[in-house]
Nanobody
Framework: VQLVESGGGLVQSGGSLRLSCAAS????????MDWYRQAPGKQRELVARITGGVGITDYADSVKGRFTISRDNAKNTMYLQMNSLKPEDTAVYYC??????????????WGQGTQVTVSS
């Protein structure tokens, strides 16, 4: 199983970036996919989630209205469109794949992360 993020970089405040997460080795379409981020000295936090199947989305309050999560099951790829970026969005962004069977975690994989830096 591999989850490979790309699209990070340096951007000015107010700018945009689009992150991608290419998945291999899993039945991509049925898994819940998440974007997490971790800033220096802080805990990893959930940014956005999209479920398998119908693709229900959910966002952290801090990014609602600015970030959009999406997935292309034909390409086994998830995206995070980030607009109106702020310096506090600076972090390493991680792709995560998860699947539950009831309350049991049957699939749990992380990507290596991609750095997003927003300058003021």
């Amino acid at each position: 199983v591999q989850l490979v993020e790309s699209g990070g970089g340096l951007v000015q405040s107010g700018g945009s970036l689009r992150l991608s997460c290419a998945a291999s080795g899993i039945n991509f379409s049925i898994n819940t996919m998440d974007w997490y981020r971790q800033a220096p000295g802080k805990q990893r936090e959930l940014v956005a989630r999209i479920t398998g199947g119908v693709g229900i989305t959910d966002y952290a309050d801090s990014v609602k209205g600015r970030f959009t999560i999406s997935r292309d099951n034909a390409k086994n790829t998830m995206y995070l469109q980030m607009n109106s970026l702020k310096p506090e969005d600076t972090a390493v962004y991680y792709c995560h794949a998860r699947r539950l069977a009831g309350t049991i975690i049957v699939l749990d994989y992380w990507g290596q992360g991609t750095q997003v830096t927003v300058s003021s």
